[in-house]
């Protein structure tokens, strides 16, 4: 496979570009990553002409594929044609605020913002604000963005950040725990119940293995969270118009927290992301409230309607029971193969997401402390190149989801089963 034209680009990119790359996992394929040049459908094609079938999807954001259907695509190129944007609100982002809280049963109010990471910022700033308390627990492997109060690693015990540049003192104010684990979740609540603003979690973490939630988890941190008067925060960014169809995971799970964060599929590829939650607490924004919150793109009417007529389609079009019956016969057909051929590594994930773990501890990882076993060199430096070759382009590294879109076709998922058998 020939990637001159890659390798040409990405050494013109070293030079004006931190690592060559706009967003760090991008990078994590060495010794560099391919361009793309365009999508075509559950495809991607590089710019050296080499085709392969997509699992990345933008990261989750492709619910609908490369190719949008005419609906949508026209929705797009109109409101472009229109003007950009303009600083005053317009009907589409009624429209779709409208949509999200239709659908989605925790939300009666909605703030759209531009990144998820943007989504995590308001929605710890307004639970700090509503209960007028500083802490926010987290899980260990979760993942809410490139932001302060969240790039933090540790335990409850000895918080620190994650990434240079965040000061100690902005660690301390977030407690990570294990996820799954009662008791940790317990203790820490016993300890500083009085100042926790609240629980942040993935309802299943998706940027760390794929991980679940055991039966039960979440209405304990709903109960939990209740009785200590913190908020329950679902990030949604991924599992959000993905798992669980319109209703989201928190549909899914039926537990119904008090704040959710979207991203991802909510802009139809565009740059998103949303607070949801009750009138009560999403009036304390400003500028109904005082806790402040603004963006100049905040709801760009592009990405509105991007995101309202994707939504729509796949409501009108069983677009959900396409990618989730794909993502299934994949994890069906890798859990023969792994079975066959890698009995030590495991299959995860939901609806329509799918990843191999290369480790398992005679049960599917259940925190972000069974993922870390896992063999990473082995998938980044052997694998993925290897299912490059075999044309099919998987998450960058061994810890992200990968996603079907509607776009994906049975013959699609065949090719890939084929070449993880090859590969594996
Ligand atoms: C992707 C992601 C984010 C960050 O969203 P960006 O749009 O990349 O800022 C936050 N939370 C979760 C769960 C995500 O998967």
Not at 126 to 149: P, W
Not at 169 to 193: C, I, K, Q, Y
Not at 286 to 306: E, I, L
């Amino acid at each position: 496979m020939n990637h001159d034209e890659s390798r040409a680009m990405y050494d013109r990119a070293l030079s004006v570009m931190p690592g060559g790359v706009n967003s760090a996992v991008r990078a994590a394929i060495e010794p560099y990553p391919f361009f793309v040049r365009k999508g075509d459908g559950g495809h991607v094609i590089d710019a050296d002409g080499n085709r392969y079938v997509d699992w990345v999807m933008g990261l989750g954001p492709l619910l609908l594929g490369h190719d949008l259907p005419e609906q949508v695509r026209s929705a797009i190129q109109r409101t472009a044609s229109e003007g950009p944007m303009y600083g005053a609100p317009t009907e589409v982002e009624v429209d779709l605020a409208e949509f999200v809280a239709r659908h989605v049963p925790s939300v009666e109010q909605v703030r759209f913002v531009n990144s998820g990471t943007e989504a995590t910022v308001s929605a710890i700033r307004l639970a700090r604000g509503y209960t007028g308390r500083n802490k926010i627990v987290v899980m260990q492997g979760g993942y809410h963005g490139a932001q302060e109060s969240t790039l933090v690693e540790g335990d409850a015990e000895n918080p620190r950040p994650s990434s240079a540049g965040i000061p100690q003192s902005f660690a301390e104010h977030t407690l990570p725990v294990p996820f799954n684990d009662r008791e940790a979740m317990t203790e820490v609540f016993a300890e500083h119940g009085e100042d926790v603003a609240a629980v942040l979690t993935e309802p299943i973490l998706g940027n760390y293995g794929i991980v679940h939630p055991e039966e039960g988890y979440h209405e304990f941190l709903r109960e939990i969270t209740d009785e200590h008067g913190a908020l329950l925060v679902f990030d949604e960014v991924i599992t959000g118009f993905r798992v669980g169809g319109l209703g989201c995971a928190q549909g899914h799970f039926g537990v119904t927290p008090d704040l959710t964060t979207f991203g991802k599929v909510v802009g139809g590829g565009f740059p998103v992301g949303a607070v949801g939650g009750s009138a009560e607490i999403m009036e304390n924004l400003a500028p109904a409230g005082d806790v402040f919150q603004a963006g100049t793109f905040s709801g760009h009417p592009v990405t509105m309607a991007a995101g309202l007529e994707t939504l729509r389609y796949a409501a009108e079009h069983d677009v959900y029971d396409h990618v989730d019956r794909l993502g299934e016969r994949l994890r069906e057909g890798l859990e023969e193969i792994v079975a066959d051929q890698a009995p030590e590594y495991t299959v995860v994930g939901a609806a329509s997401t799918f990843k191999v773990i290369f480790t398992r501890d005679g049960t599917p990882p259940k925190n972000a402390a069974d993922v870390k076993k896992a063999e990473t060199d082995r998938w980044r430096r052997i694998f993925w190149e290897q299912m490059k070759d075999e044309g099919v382009f998987l998450s960058q590294n061994q810890f992200e989801a990968q996603f079907v879109s509607a776009a994906h076709t049975g013959e699609d998922v065949d090719r890939t089963l084929e070449a993880y058998e090859a590969t594996l």
